[in-house]
């Protein structure tokens, strides 16, 4: 369902925006990512603690989806 951790290198903003990964993001949520500049490794490193606080501040939804995906 979702890529292998070798290829993360390749994900970032418009990825997720066009992906078939079925996150179901809202264009808000996808925004607060790019301003954090976040893409490939940075995906690894997020826990849904980390954005469900500043500077992400996401709603648990998005949260846990985008946490799962970066297992």
């Given at each position: 369902m979702y890529p292998?951790?070798?290829?993360m290198s390749e994900i970032n903003?418009?990825?997720?925006?066009?992906?078939?990964?079925?996150?179901e993001l809202e264009e808000k949520d996808l925004e607060i990512i790019h301003k954090q500049r976040v893409n490939g490794r940075d995906f690894?490193?997020?826990?849904?603690?980390?954005?469900?606080?500043?500077?992400?501040?996401?709603?648990?939804?998005?949260t846990s989806r985008l946490a799962d995906f970066a297992e």
């Open positions: 292998y951790k070798s290829a903003t418009p990825a997720l925006r066009h992906s078939n990964w079925k996150l690894l490193k997020l826990t849904e603690e980390k954005l469900l606080r500043h500077p992400y501040n996401l709603p648990g939804g998005p």
